[in-house]
């Protein structure tokens, strides 16, 4: 049975999965609308991963006896300076992301909640993972700058998920 304080972090951390779906959808529109076709696709992807990582959540709060909340959200920003200024809020996201993964196992810690601590382990690998992937985008954007043809490259190699 989750505790309470627990199952509120969870709950919070719902919210949060959520919010960066709905994040990740908004850029993906964006990116969409200008024409990157590649970065678009790698950002609808993302959104369809993060509400995996809500669902995760919602189903281990249910099943331990609880009851989820589906949250309600709000809408996020439409418009985006540039493919870089997307990137780096996505790092800026994650970063706080991974802060509130890394709450809910420091309260587990002090519980004694081995089970929902075993969960979230898989939380905190994912988020290396994205903060990595983010970090490498954004070193890969330095480095085009304002080459068109780089970017095109870019762009298609996002889409096939091929960066590195
Ligand atoms: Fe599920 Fe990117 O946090």
């Known amino acids: ?12 951390q719902i919210q949060k999965e959520a919010s960066s779906s709905h994040l990740y959808l908004a850029m993906a529109c964006w990116a969409d609308v200008k024409g990157f076709s590649g970065v678009a696709k790698f950002l609808y992807d993302q959104s369809d991963e993060e509400r995996m990582h809500m669902l995760k959540l919602v189903k281990f709060i249910n099943e331990r006896g609880g009851h989820a909340t589906v949250p309600a959200l709000e809408s996020p920003k439409k418009e985006f300076d540039s493919l870089m200024a997307v990137f780096k809020s996505i790092l800026e996201h994650e970063i706080k992301v991974t802060e509130s993964i890394n709450d809910i196992i420091t309260a587990c810690l002090k519980e004694n909640d081995h089970s929902t601590n075993n969960f ?9 993972e994205e903060e990595q992937m983010a970090r490498s985008i954004i070193d890969k954007l330095d480095m085009i700058g304002s080459d068109t ?4 490259l870019f762009d298609k190699e996002l889409g096939a998920h091929n960066v590195e």
């Open 1 to 12: 049975m989750l505790s309470t304080t627990i199952q509120e972090k969870l709950q919070n």
């Open 120 to 128: 979230m382990q898989w939380y905190v690998t994912e988020q290396l």
């Open 149 to 152: 043809s780089s970017l095109y």
